[in-house]
């Protein structure tokens, strides 16, 4: 299966919707519905119950928007958290906090254990499909640095760089640099035990993790 990992076009125009949504949107229903209530504090009788049944029909253009937001965030997050710990190990990948960032809102977790040598990189490209890469040293060429964004480049023509953005982007430049001149020696290649668990992660998750070539 070849998996695309830029946008498609529905799913560009869609993020265009929401995006327009927040811009818009949803101030307006924000604005309807406080506006509501405040007028029907001057009001009794039975304009005033259309005007609270027109505020509370426009809180729900804030209410259901927002929530569906926390839950897609919260669901994300379980589900990064959830590969991320069956990858985990003392021998193997264990960064501590200032070393891995969770980016919920764009599906991604990156994080680099110094001590070991290994880097893991987990991507929820859409529903159903993720990029789970184990990095060794050798697995990665160069780095480069762009504002608040970290970019790795790897010997994967399938997916030939890994981008993250994050305040720590200089520290962990920094870091990688360091640890090119440090010699690690691991049971084995983490990129190797990644993969070796691919089909479980892709059965406990109910996800499809593309091949890396």
């Known amino acids: ?8 076009s529905p799913e560009a125009l869609l993020t265009l919707l929401r995006a327009l949504y927040v811009v818009f949107g949803l101030p307006s229903f ?20 259309e005007i ?23 669901k994300r997050r379980r589900l990064l958290t959830d590969i991320v710990q069956a990858l985990n190990g ?23 254990d110094p001590n070991i040598g290994t880097i893991l990189y987990v991507h929820r490209i859409r529903k159903g499909q993720v990029d789970v890469v184990g990095l060794n040293m050798a697995d990665w060429t160069s780095r480069e640095l762009e504002g608040k964004t970290l970019r790795l480049y790897t010997k994967f023509p399938t997916l030939p760089c ?9 520290r962990w430049y920094d870091t990688l640099g360091a640890m090119e001149y440090k010699r690690y020696n691991t049971p084995k290649p983490f990129s190797q035990y990644v993969s070796e668990h691919v089909e479980a992660l892709e059965r406990e998750n109910n996800i499809h993790i593309p091949k890396l070539a």
């Open 1 to 8: 299966m070849v998996i695309q990992r830029v946008q498609t």
């Open 30 to 49: 924000l604005l309807l519905t406080v506006a509501s209530f405040l007028m029907a504090g001057g009001r009794s009788g039975q304009d005033r119950t």
């Open 52 to 74: 609270l049944m027109f505020g509370a029909l426009m809180s729900l253009g804030v209410i259901i928007p927002i929530g569906f937001f926390v839950l897609t965030t919260l």
């Open 90 to 112: 003392p021998d193997r990948f264990l960064p501590d906090a200032a070393h891995e960032v969770y980016s919920e809102g764009v599906g991604k977790y990156f994080g680099i």
């Open 162 to 170: 890994i981008e993250i953005s994050t305040p720590w982007a200089q």
